[in-house]
């Protein structure tokens, strides 16, 4: 047999590259932009025209590109930005892979106008499906404008993947506001089939911020600024009263490159919790900067995804100063300013990667306990004893040692007076559509509903992933979820376990599967596709911590999602059960998240305001 191996032509190779660098029109944007930038652009334009189908073009005042570089740079690996390979390690451009301008070329017909300030004349070139037009000398204004036409057109998949027009122009708009946002002192003009969307003079963050997104935002931003050796915290956090159903205005900024990171998202909302309810998201713009060798943006060919050193120091980092913002500005009612402000219990040592804690990142502290609730709750001597005793103990989220929980179950159990156990054959009271309430020997016990279930379901589901034995439940009508690419991947990790909880999926045509049975706890609790990316997104938002321990963290994933929330009402026969089977459950006295689940008012304790 001859030698079979061949080296893929270029324009293989770049159509290739460009599957991954440009998904869709707001990719070229966003590449058109980022070089905009870089170029140290003072005014950008950019023009679009049927949501990026027929036209992309923009037009920058930048240092522009000689003859020889307007030409160069269309091959693949073309970059003015790093010569040497410990370059990478400092990078402070946008761009740096060289295959953005490779990529675009490969599936559509690049015009390329460019002058340097220094020369008279500037250079044209033309460029479609990687195929070289022309090239020739042009008047044109000191700068860089890049025309985008038919992209996608050699690529009929890609094309026909594009989802509807409205759909489209989103990804661009998004794409728009989040590097205007990243250059306030950037004057942007953005128009759309002919007409001027927004024109956004330079500015500073706040204005840009309003000018964008509108002037509701004037009044909602509270600043948020940090300094530490390590980074710089700036920016804003919405107040909470305005937090989103969605995961919508969170916008995060490394060393001015949006970044996406759940596990920073994460950060911010732990400085937002019991300020906004559980399935509601903050909105954010927050910059941080840093030394450039401590993240790693490479990681990704988006660039949108990086990886940094001390992951765990800046996650605490930023959930402290979010807070401590919230409190200066009197968001939060009792914040513990003096603990607050130190860093010194956060598990850093600049040549040591941090151990992961044992217990939980931040085991005493909660500036919250008891403010959901009267707050002479707090003050009762004994409820107090109790839930300090839970307040450190540990969660599936961090990786519970079984033997502890085991022993601080026990704990409690000794802790509560005899007949604290509530009867729940007696009057049940629902109050605010959140707490049940109920008559114990020593006062009324007050329970979280969400909180509780969310134990139930958690005990129970974990149950059946070690035991193996699903209940499940045939659906009459199967019901196909469409996933995106990176949920796939997790979704294959799961699936073993998710058939140990009682769902059965099928795979399906591409990015879709078919659900045909799902647990019986699961039935009728709202739209399967909801459920499935819930369940993958609290999956993939778990500390790190849980990393080895994928059944609970499924079992708290699948918890989480489907509990029943605050809000949701409860008859008699359902306020009996739930606490039926949460005093059936090892430790029925906190959410699997760790928050306190079960408060007793003591009748003492009432006693003493009746004076
Ligand atoms: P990268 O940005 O990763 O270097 P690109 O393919 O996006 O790769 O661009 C290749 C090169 O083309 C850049 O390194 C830069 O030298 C040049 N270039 C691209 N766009 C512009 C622009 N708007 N102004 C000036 N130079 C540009
Ligand atoms: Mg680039």
């Known amino acids: 047999m001859g030698d079979v191996i061949k080296l893929l032509p270029d324009s293989v190779a770049n159509q290739i590259a460009a599957g991954e660098v440009i998904q869709r029109p707001a ?58 390979a410990s370059d990478l390690f400092s990078i402070q451009t946008m761009g740096f892979r060289g295959e953005a301008l490779a990529s675009i070329a490969a599936i ?34 000191a700068g860089t404008s890049i025309t985008v036409k038919n992209l996608f057109f050699n690529t009929p998949a890609r094309r026909n993947f594009l989802k509807s027009e409205q759909i489209e122009k989103n990804h661009i708009f998004n794409e728009f506001v989040r590097l205007a946002i990243s250059r306030p002192e950037i004057s942007f003009s953005f128009y759309q089939n002919n007409q001027l969307s927004y024109k956004l003079d330079a500015s500073n963050l706040k204005q840009r911020i309003v000018a964008l997104l509108g002037h509701a935002f004037q009044q909602r931003l509270v600043p948020v600024s940090e300094q530490t050796d390590i980074i710089r915290i700036d920016g804003f956090v919405v107040k909470p009263e305005f937090a989103k159903k969605k995961r919508g205005d969170q916008y995060f900024y490394i060393n001015k490159r949006y970044i996406r990171s759940a596990y920073l998202s994460h950060s911010v909302e732990q400085a937002f919790l019991e300020l906004i309810p559980e399935d509601m998201y903050p909105s954010f713009f927050l910059f941080l900067e840093m030394d450039p060798s401590q993240i790693d943006v490479n990681v990704h060919p988006t660039k949108t995804e990086v990886k940094f050193q001390d992951e765990r120091y800046i996650y605490q980092i930023i959930k402290s100063s979010v807070k401590r913002s919230l409190g200066k500005f009197n968001i939060t009612p009792a914040l513990d300013f003096e603990r607050e402000m130190s860093f010194e219990d956060i598990p850093f040592d600049k040549h ?77 009271m629902q109050l605010q559509h959140r707490f ?62 998710l058939e140990a909880l009682g769902f059965v999926l099928e795979p399906a045509k591409k990015g879709t599967y078919i659900i045909t049975a799902v647990p019986v706890d699961l039935i009728e609790k709202g739209s399967l596709q909801e459920i499935v990316e819930g369940v993958i997104e609290q999956y993939r938002i778990q500390l790190p ?19 029943i929330r605050h809000g949701h009402p409860l008859d008699m026969a359902e306020m009996a059960s739930m606490i039926e089977s949460l005093f059936a459950c090892q430790l029925p006295y906190q959410s699997p998240s760790g928050k306190t689940a079960v408060v007793i008012i003591g009748a003492d304790e009432l006693a003493l305001r009746f004076k």
């Open 545 to 563: 911590g849980a990393e080895n321990d994928s059944q609970k963290k499924l079992a708290l994933a699948m918890a989480k999602k489907t509990a």
């Open 352 to 428: 040591k990667l941090p151990v992961p804690p044992k217990i939980s990142i931040d085991p005493d502290y909660n500036p919250f306990s008891g403010s959901g609730v009267a707050p002479t709750l707090a003050g009762r001597a004994n409820s107090k004893e109790w839930e300090k005793l839970f307040a450190g103990s540990d969660s599936a989220l961090h990786g519970s040692d079984s033997q502890q929980e085991t022993v601080l179950h026990e704990k409690n159990r000794e802790n509560l007076l005899p007949g604290d156990m509530p009867d729940s054959s007696k009057r049940l």
């Open 27 to 84: 990719s070229a944007v966003k590449e058109l932009m980022e070089n905009a930038l870089d170029a140290g652009a003072s005014h950008i334009k950019l023009i679009v025209k049927d949501a990026g189908k027929t036209l992309i073009q923009v037009v920058d005042d930048g240092v522009g590109m000689t003859q020889t570089d307007a030409r160069l740079c269309f091959e693949r690996h073309a970059t003015s930005k790093i010569g040497f």
């Open 436 to 497: 049940i309430l109920a008559p114990v020997k020593s006062g009324i016990m007050v329970i979280d509903q969400q909180r509780a279930h969310e134990r139930i379901l958690y005990e129970r589901f974990l149950a059946m992933l070690m035991q193996k034995k699903p209940a499940s439940q045939q659906l009459l009508f199967p019901e196909t979820v469409i996933l995106m690419d990176q949920d796939l991947v997790l979704l294959r990790e799961m699936m073993p376990q």
């Open 108 to 141: 559509a017909r690049v015009e390329l106008k460019t002058k340097t300030h220094e020369e008279s004349l500037g250079t044209e070139v033309i460029i479609e499906g990687s195929d070289f037009v022309s090239q020739n000398p042009c008047q044109c204004h």
